[in-house]
């Protein structure tokens, strides 16, 4: 695989499309060089940050689910998004924070974006450095 490159993936918002975008994910890991734990971390983080976004939405709210990951030969970035997403009644701050602390322990950063749009943003970095 190149040293630099990009995939994207647009799935309907439902639940049952993050299994198949933990999956595609975990797999591109594991072809650019991760051994199987920084693989996992990024499959449970793209998880994470899925389920953070769809739980986040009103709910019958439909939309668009996008995930982007540019690699290079130090870091993927990984850019997970709920287009068309209206935002439903205030969610557990608590479950949000959970979530974010999930994400960061798995990777080198995380960041919330755009949470209060119809286009919220979850932003992952994680380092190829040692796999």
Known sequence: ????????????????????????????????????????????????????????????????LEVAVIWSPQALEITVRHRGATAGATRDRGETAIAVMVMEALTDSAAIED??????????TKSRLGG
């Open 115 to 124: 949470w209060a749009t119809d286009c919220p943003t979850v932003r992952l």
């Open 1 to 64: 695989m190149t040293e630099r490159g990009e995939v994207s993936l647009r799935l309907p918002a439902e639940p049952d499309m993050v299994s198949v975008a933990r999956l595609t994910f975990a797999g591109l890991a594991s072809r650019l060089g991760f051994d199987f734990d920084g693989a996992e971390d990024i499959r449970t983080a793209v998880t994470e940050a899925l389920s953070l976004l769809l739980r986040r939405a009103a709910d019958g709210a439909k939309g668009t």
